[in-house]
Every structure is written in structure tokens, then in C-alpha cells.
């Protein structure tokens, strides 16, 4: 007897310097992050909540088992990255999704990057004190 391919759908979301892929499969709304549960690998409610925000507009929480392979930056900008990428899924999964989504504005790739660092400064504006004499 031949297996049955499973059905998945896959988004990459980015934010900053935080990349996630998820990968969207039918099932009862379990999401794990790099191997961890959602309450164990976020501590914030807010950064749980902002991760659940595209299922909660589409009406599909429960839905979907969410798996997440999330690399690089902050733990606010992975969570950013996961709600992009299951956004981006979503649609895949369902077009009918995607004017939803736009509207709250899931789809749009945040473009704020971290400002380069100049010669002559600390960080990127932090300049030494000026002192006159």
C-alpha cells in the first residue's frame, strides 16, 4: 500500500535580521518553533499573540499545525518574521486569504533594518561627548 503524500503549504517570513520558515500542515493548531512549543519558546504573551494575529483574521486557528524553523535576530523580530511567513502560507493554502491579510497589512515585508555603523561614531549616531576645550 502506497503512502499518502502529506499536504503542506510553505511561507518564509522575514523582519530585521530574523528569517522563519513555516511550513503549514492540516491538523488541530499546534505551533512549534525550532523544536519548542510556542509558550516555551516565546515568553511575552504579546509576541504569542502578534504569531497568532494572521490565523485569528483568517479564522483558521485549530486548523493548522504550524511548524517554524526560525534563524538570526531578536526574539521580537522572529516573531515578526513568523506572522509574515504564516501569512504568506495562508495564501498559498487559500487565495481567498490574501485580500484579508493585505488589508491588515500581514503581507507587507517590514523594511526597517538596523542603521549601519558610521567611521568617527560609536554606533551608528552615537558620537563621544563634545567638550569645547
Avoid: C, W
Amino acid at each position: 500500500m502506497a503512502k499518502k503524500a502529506a499536504v503542506y503549504y510553505m511561507g518564509t517570513g522575514r523582519r530585521k535580521d530574523a528569517v522563519a520558515s513555516v511550513r503549514l500542515t492540516p491538523g488541530k493548531g499546534k505551533i512549534t518553533i525550532n523544536g519548542k512549543d510556542i509558550d516555551d519558546y516565546f515568553g511575552l504573551e504579546t509576541l504569542k499573540i502578534l504569531v497568532r494575529q494572521p490565523l485569528v483574521a483568517t479564522e483558521t486557528e485549530g486548523k493548522f499545525d504550524i511548524i517554524v524553523k526560525a534563524i538570526g535576530g531578536g526574539i521580537s523580530g522572529q516573531a515578526g518574521a513568523i506572522r509574515h511567513g504564516i501569512s504568506r502560507a495562508l495564501v498559498e493554502a487559500d487565495e481567498s486569504y490574501k485580500a484579508i491579510l493585505k488589508s491588515s497589512g500581514y503581507l507587507t515585508r517590514d523594511a526597517r533594518m538596523k542603521e549601519r555603523k558610521k567611521p568617527g561614531l560609536k554606533k551608528a549616531r552615537k558620537a563621544s561627548q563634545f567638550s569645547k576645550r
